[in-house]
């Protein structure tokens, strides 16, 4: 659709306005600034301005040594951050060759499927937020709770996680860990039938999102989208399932995928990835075996051969991927962090031309984007 | 008629249904206990003030839950995330902005000193807001607990009041 | 080695002790070799996904270094890559900038995708440290747009047809390119 052909103009051609959007604005993505050249209420230019919370993830990459350069990877994207520090272990434990015990292995996977579900209970509560529904908010931090409860007792911390090390992880968890974990699950079923019915089901949601925001999965294919963006428009790339990593490759769990590809679609995407993430849960405390948390024989002072290595895990938001460029000494000569957010806004100035601001920020909180995750 | 006595004998009548304060006092009592804070969570630290914001910790125990959009109906900048060089300016035009009395807490380490991104040959990120205007209480901790967010705010009222309206927990 | 400390006379009579038989002047017969093994056939290079293409790809071990398929070309070759992984359905990964100051070169990789299958490609280049331009892709990739500002904005590449090179997460006036090795901070 041609923008001039969507815009409704009152008589005056050419007659727009600079709206500023951002960098602080009510709707929490973080510091984005938009600059929308407007005609009336409708788009006819969103420019994304990014940069305001760059943090110089990849020049502190060149001036930390590996094991340092961990808590780096929490604070990239904070919401997901276990699949963070999972791209980046397993970039230089890929490159070293190290054996990762396979208890290990399944708690990476139960931590990570746990982040996954705060992920997407904090974006739903902030999405609804936006669009203009204050309790749901409350709902999901209050279930977020509980998942901070789980991984605090293991890890320390509630937010930015630096569990995983080189080899293995931090420590071992206790029985403590898994039975709250499987009455987590247990609860959280049921919560999630609730939210369906809560807001789901909602008229004003679903005249709000159905329709909105179109995104074809060959515009997706073109900017790089990838996560939620490109599996509600019909595509069921998954890292998880295409490149599998870690011992993802044991569970059963289905790839929702929806074809619509408007902004109901991808929000159904993640709602039905929280429950898939219970299932993979599940079944990984039933296999979850006996054995050491830590590799043996992990070099005191980790120095990769030179050359490159990449590692792809499927973070929340969509595929992450660690570059690591190095030269033989034990500070990396290049770290590149490719971010799911940074190709998922890309599409942004596209999708958005010729609509109604509302239905703009719609999609934009359908994208789910963490802005220090662009920015790095 | 009005006689010394009388009007004493007044006062002590009074004295179960009337107090008597400083109007300095009774501003400040009630700035204090409706702390309005600006939404300016700019990184990690903002999710920690959600949280703070939401039903467990539950700020509105000490009238703080109005976060405001507007600064110009703000008195109380929570700033919590790093600053950077570009987004500076923004910060300042917004602290400028927001009218008389205001009051700043800057939460989490990168808002006290940079935190965790400071290292020799950094170029992007202000070490820590009380570079660009005057800060109450610096909150520590990367991010802080929310219940430490609340304790950052019990100190401000504090600093407002002159009283403390929850004992300190004494660690055991 | 310290030779051994000379032994005490003992006060026992000790009966002569025969001297060591002479080893034989003859040298000794070499010993039967082991039984011949057949040399280890090399290890089977990785498969080729993309031989089909006009371009210089071969395969990489994947679970040793993360990607399936690699090709190094000229910087005037990377839009016809880009054109050419395009058709066979991949999406752009992103693009990456090395500064190799010591050999007087800037690498820039690029990496693709595919949404279906199991496939990461990488195609670098390498252009000249002092003069560092190339060619842009964002007609074939749109999503190149924000990816070659950034690699501007760090090393100061050049992306020549590039619509709007203006900095991307550094400040907008900003002159300096931060993630080159001779950086110092402003």
Excluded at chain 1, 300 to 328: H, M, N
Aim: charged share 20%; net charge neutral; aromatic share 8%.
């Amino acid at each position: 659709m041609l923008v001039k052909d969507a815009i409704v103009s009152n008589g005056t051609p050419n007659e727009t306005f600079t709206l500023n959007l951002g960098p602080q604005h009510p709707a929490t993505h973080g510091v984005l600034r938009v600059k929308m050249t407007m005609d009336g209420e409708y788009i006819v230019r969103a420019e994304p301005v990014c940069g305001y919370i760059h943090r110089m993830q990849e020049k502190m990459g060149e001036n930390r040594t590996y094991a340092q350069f961990l808590p780096n990877t929490s604070r990239i994207d904070y919401l997901s951050a276990m699949t963070y520090t999972h791209g980046f272990v397993g970039a230089v434990e890929r490159a070293l060759k190290l054996q990762v015990p396979p208890r290990a292995e399944y708690m990476r996977v139960i931590t990570s499927e746990l982040n996954r579900i705060s992920s997407h209970l904090v974006w739903w509560g902030a999405f609804l937020l936006d669009l203009g529904g204050f309790t749901p908010l409350l709902y999901a931090f209050d279930d977020r709770e509980k998942i901070l409860d789980l991984l605090e007792g293991i890890t320390g911390s509630r937010l930015t996680y630096s569990y995983f090390r080189i080899g293995g992880l931090y420590n071992d968890v206790d029985d403590q860990f898994l039975k709250g974990t499987r009455e987590f699950v247990t609860q959280m079923r049921p919560r999630l039938k609730m939210y369906r019915s809560l807001v789901t089901d909602n008229i004003i949601l679903r005249k709000r999102l159905i329709d909105i925001g179109p995104v074809s999965p060959e515009m997706c294919r073109k900017y790089g989208a990838t996560g939620p963006v490109i599996r509600g428009s019909g595509v069921p790339y998954d890292v998880r399932r295409v490149e599998p990593y870690s011992v993802y490759s044991e569970f059963d769990f289905v790839i929702p995928t929806f074809p619509e590809t408007d902004s109901m679609a991808r929000y159904l995407v993640r709602m039905e990835e929280m429950a898939q993430s219970l299932r993979i849960i599940e079944q990984a405390l039933d296999k979850l075996p006996a054995g050491p948390v830590m590799a043996e024989k992990v070099p005191r002072v980790l120095k990769l051969p030179a050359g490159d290595y990449c590692y792809a895990t499927e973070a929340a938001r969509g595929r992450f991927a660690v570059r690591i460029v190095s030269d033989g000494k034990e500070i990396p000569y290049r770290v590149k962090l490719r971010t799911p957010s940074l190709s998922n806004l890309s599409l942004f100035e596209e999708a958005s031309a010729g609509m109604l601001l509302p239905d703009a920020l719609a999609l934009m909180g359908s994208l789910d984007l963490v802005i220090p995750d662009i920015d790095r | 008629m009005e006689t010394p006595e009388s009007n004493a004998q007044l006062l002590s009548d009074c004295a179960p249904y009337v107090k008597f304060a400083k109007l300095d006092e009774m501003l400040a009592l009630g700035r204090a206990n409706s702390l309005w804070p600006l939404t300016f969570g700019l990184a990690c630290c903002a999710i920690e003030m959600m949280a703070a914001g939401a039903s467990r910790f539950d700020i509105s125990r000490f009238g703080a839950e109005v976060f405001r959009p507007s600064p110009r109906q703000a008195d109380l900048m929570i700033v919590a995330g790093t600053v950077n060089k570009k987004m500076a300016a923004a910060v300042k035009t917004l602290y400028d902005q927001m009218p008389e009395p205001k009051w700043v807490i800057a939460m989490g380490n990168c808002a006290i000193s940079g935190g965790p991104f400071v290292f020799p040959g950094q170029y992007a990120v202000v070490e820590g807001v009380d570079k660009l205007f005057p800060v109450d209480v610096f909150i520590p901790g990367c991010p802080p607990r929310p219940e430490a967010l609340i304790e950052g705010l019990l100190k401000l009222e504090e600093k407002l009041t002159g009283k403390r309206r929850w004992p300190t927990v004494k660690p055991e | 080695m310290n030779p051994p400390a000379p032994q005490p006379p003992s006060s026992v009579p000790q009966p002569p002790v025969a001297p060591a038989p002479a080893k034989p002047a003859v040298a000794l017969a070499p010993k039967p070799a082991a039984p011949a093994q057949p040399p280890l056939p090399p290890a089977p290079p990785p498969p080729n996904p993309l031989a089909h293409l006009p371009l210089p790809f071969r395969g990489v071990d994947y679970k040793a270094k993360g990607y399936h398929c690699e090709a190094a070309v000229s910087p005037d070759q990377v839009v016809a890559a880009a054109e050419l992984l395009d058709n066979e359905g991949l999406s752009l990964d992103t693009i990456t900038g090395v500064d190799w100051m010591a050999e007087g070169q800037m690498e820039v990789v690029y990496d693709y995708f595919h949404p279906a299958k199991a496939l990461r490609v990488v195609v670098r280049t390498r252009i000249p440290r002092d003069n560092p331009e190339i060619p842009t892709i964002h007609k074939v990739f749109p999503g190149a747009n924000w990816h070659e500002r950034e690699t501007h904005d760090f090393f100061g590449v050049r992306f020549l047809g590039h619509p709007n090179l203006t900095p991307f997460l550094l400040p907008e006036d900003a002159t300096y390119h931060p993630l080159r090795k001779d950086f110092t901070a402003c």
